[in-house]
């Protein structure tokens, strides 16, 4: 067998040390970019789809306004048709009474009066056609009526299910940030805060809970306090998982831990929490992890309280909307199909 120098086996472990972890922090570094990508496309969908519901939402209430304002006018039409057609009954009464008159009347009165005779029955004649149109155009018009007034039943029950499905899952969602802000009570609530936002529950975790500087290891405190979240996720399966990591803007040193930036900080940290609460027993499938870096900041990077702020990590908990989706879905068949 070969002896080596004490020399000689140093020189060979500071060569593999320094080429073994390159190789795989860019392999890795790879692969949370591919994740990345497909987590904020994911994202990017969700909010799609929010804004659809709301958007559709909008739609619909805009076409209810429209439907009452169409009815409002065709109750006028009608009560208008209706005067005039009263107004030309009387008036052929009136044309009849003159009718009758004239028969009385000698054959020298009803001779003078021929010409009058001629232009009243010509009158008359005239009054009839246009009392006979007058009465076509009610009948249309209590047709027309009594469709939007099916037509604004069945948009007010649609309305209804959807304004119904959105209560149900604003309930869901204050529901849901109650649960956690109980579970998490025993925390400082500069360290960790509970809030909701744009119809999501969003748990805050300050560096200082979870992280030593430049680490992507949770500190045994920040492991409780995901584990206790995890307890309440997992009563929960109904709501979709959401990491995201943040930094302030201060570059790290680069190589730290084989990473080159704050993309690699904050991606690895959103990594490691998931992989906490999967195994405290929140099923995977329901967790995305992503990193924003120092690009999304919630103070400015001017001072050290604010920097301190801007190094989270952001746990954002969402309803599944599979109920609303379907009946927005449902809604939109039915109109293209009226059209």
Request: net charge positive; charged share 30%; proline share 2%.
């Amino acid at each position: 067998m070969y002896k080596f120098s004490s020399l000689t086996l140093a020189a060979l472990v500071v060569a593999a040390s320094t080429t073994l972890p390159s190789c795989v922090a860019s392999r890795k570094y790879d692969e949370l970019q591919a994740r990345q990508t497909a987590t904020q496309q994911a994202k990017e969908d969700l909010e799609k789809r929010q804004r659809q519901a709301v958007a559709e939402l909008q739609k619909a209430n805009d076409e209810l306004a429209q439907l009452r304002l169409d009815k409002k006018r065709l109750v006028n039409d009608s009560t208008q048709t209706g005067n005039i057609l009263r107004k030309t009954q009387s008036l052929y009464g009136e044309l009849n009474d003159s009718y009758d008159k004239l028969l009385k009347n000698s054959d020298r009165a009803m001779a003078n009066k021929s010409a009058d005779y001629d232009k009243v029955a010509k009158d008359l004649a005239r009054r009839e056609a246009e009392l006979g149109e007058l009465d076509v155009n009610l009948k249309k018009s209590r047709t027309q009526i009594d469709q939007l007034n099916a037509d604004l039943k069945t948009r007010e029950a649609r309305l209804a299910e959807l304004q119904q499905a959105l209560a149900a899952k604003d309930k869901a969602v204050n529901d849901l940030r109650a649960k956690v802000n109980n579970a998490l009570l025993g925390f400082k609530s500069n360290d960790l805060k509970v809030e909701l936002r744009n119809g999501k529950v969003y748990v805050s975790l300050s560096e200082q809970l979870l992280f030593k500087s430049g680490s992507t290891k949770v500190d045994p405190k920040g492991q409780d306090a995901l584990k206790k979240l995890a307890q309440v996720l997992q009563e929960q399966p109904d709501v979709n998982v959401v990491v995201e990591g943040h930094t302030d803007n201060v570059p790290i040193t680069r190589g730290t831990a084989g990473m080159q930036d704050n993309w690699d900080l904050s991606v690895l940290r959103a990594t490691e929490i998931a992989r906490l609460l999967t195994v405290s027993g929140v099923a995977p499938q329901r967790v995305t992890a992503s990193g924003r870096s120092q690009y999304l900041p919630v103070a400015p990077n001017d001072n050290a309280a604010d920097k301190a702020l801007n190094r989270r990590t952001e746990i954002i908990l969402t309803p599944k909307l599979n109920e609303l989706f379907q009946i927005l879905d449902s809604n939109s068949a039915a109109t293209t199909g009226g059209q």
